[in-house]
Structures are given as C-alpha cells and as structure tokens.
C-alpha cells in the first residue's frame, strides 16, 4: 500500500567523488530521515517526526521554540536564514527542549544558558554565539509577546572576536586585481565596493533595478530596502555592459551566476592577481570604510550599505577603523583647519 506522507523534502547533493545523493526531510527544515520514501527505516523515523512536532508541550521551552517557527516573524525570513535557524534551533532543543518557561524568571537560569554556550564555545567560538543569539531571540520573542515571564537571554557579549581587523581591500589590492580580473569579474567588484552590498544580492540584482543613475533593491537577508546612487566609476562599467541576461552580472557565457559557480571564478581571479588574505565579504565592510573616509556620517554610510545605524558604528569601531591611518590623516588635517581658522590675526 502507497502511503502518502506530506511535506517531504528532498534535497539533492553532489559528492566530492562527483556523485549525487538525495536527502529527504520530514519538512523544509526538518530533521533528516534515512533511506528513501517506502522503506521501513524511512517511515518510522517520518511518523516519529511528525509526532514530535505536533507535540506542544505546555509550559516548557519547546512549546515556545514550536511557536516561534510557526510565527510570522520566522516565515518572513529567507530561505537560508530559515534553515540556519532551524540548524541553531535543534541544538537547542536538545539541550532545553523540556526547560519549564517559568524558570526562565529564575536568576539562575541566566547562568545556565551562558554555561552551556561557554561549553559550546570550546568547540567552535563563533557557532556558540551563533547558536545562543538564536535562543537570545527567540526568548525575546515570546518575552515582547507575553509568552514567557522574563529574558534572561538579553546582551550576553560573545565569545567570539573576529580576527579580521586589517581585512579590508586596500588600493592597491583593487588595482592588481582589477588589472588581471575578466571584465565580468570586475565589474562584479566594483558593484560590491561602489553599493556594500552582499555577493548573494548583488548576483541576482536585475538589469531592471538600475534606472541610468541608481540602484533599488530589497536584501534578501533583512528585507531593508535599499536605493543607490551610482558613482561615476561603476556607472561607466553599466553603461557599457552588454545586457545579455536579465542579471546584471553574467558569466562569460551570457548567462546568470549560480552562487557555486561565482565562488569559483572569483577564487580564480584572486589568485591569479596574487590578492590573499580578503573575501568577497570584506568588499562589504571595505565599501562602508572607504565612506567613512570620505567624511560620510554613519547615517549616510547606513542608507548606502543597508545596515542599521548601530552596524555601522560596530563595523566601523570593531573592525576596521582602527588600523586605517588615513582617518589619523584626516582628523590631523581638519583640526589644523579648524585652529588656523580660529586664530585672530597679528
């Protein structure tokens, strides 16, 4: 008998022998079952599933972990911050699924929660704070909403520092790089450095969304919407490219990026023009630099990039900023204009 089990989702994967797997989950983000539709193993493991999810365990923090993913709060983000969630969320079930709500008013339970991401963060710093600002969220979630009797979770600090200080692209970087990279490559550069927007909006930024003087957009991560002015440079390359697919940026075959297949050109790029030590990421926080320099106002720098104001400021003084002696230079300058300019005369 041909039992029919809704929401399956299959997941198909090449191996590094050059294979293709298929995966199958009880749901988009669901845990994943073994074998394939039809086998024992694969039913059990999906009814088994199912149960637990339509389990509300009242009063507990799985009851909330539940809710929150049934929530418009979660469905509104993308895909792929979907399943990043569901990723961090599951650790957490396994570790809190029956933790009692009301406890969470306990001082205690503040201690708990930073013992067990201290404990985490001896394996991976970063994905311990990853996986404890998902829970921090969600509390505050259902804390806004009522639905539990206090946040513990809030401004925890993280573990993690990011190493990446001298990480951006400096002018020499650009210029060997945009010596040696295909035209399509390039001007896949200078759409990151002239807009700090992300590799994924920017390979699928539509020839419609540039109207001669600007670029609209919605980020897919935030859903902020974002309208640029387009600087000389970069209008100059627009003009002048071809609109051979309905994205902006094409591969050499006239064709829309798929994410794998730019990673892989890109990495080709850089190593041919010998640029190491900086991402396609760092284009991002590099763009937000080179306005800062310019003598941009974190509120100019935000509605270009995207970010919050309070990004902005983290970026700024966290992670690039500090190492930039042209800022040093700057201020130097100005406050000898400022004293020249306050001086009475002789």
Known sequence: MRVHMKGINSVRKKLSNGSVRVYYYAWKGGPCLPGKPGDPDFVEAYNSAVRAQRAQPEGTLQAILNSYQKSQKFLDLASRTQRDYVRHIRKIEVEYHDFPVAALAERAARGEFLTWRDRMAKTSRRQADYTY???????????????????????????YRSKRIDSIWTSEDEATFMKVAPSHIGLAFMLALWTGQRQGDLLRLPWSAYDGQRLRLRQRKTGARVEIPVGKPLKVLLDQTSRTAATIL????????????FRASWGKACK??????????????TAV?????????????ASISGHSLKQVTAILDAHYLSRDSKLGISAIQKLEAHEKGTKSPN
């Open 133 to 159: 600002s998902v829970l921090a969220l969600i509390v505050a979630w259902a804390y806004d909403r009522g639905l539990v009797p206090a946040n513990p979770c809030e401004r925890p600090g993280k573990v």
């Open 250 to 261: 094409a591969t050499s075959r006239n064709t829309s990026w798929t994410e794998s297949g």
């Open 272 to 285: 041919k023009a010998g640029v190491e030590g900086v991402t396609f990421h760092d284009l991002r926080g």
């Open 289 to 301: 630099t080179r306005l800062a320099v310019a003598g941009c106002s974190v509120p100019e720098i």
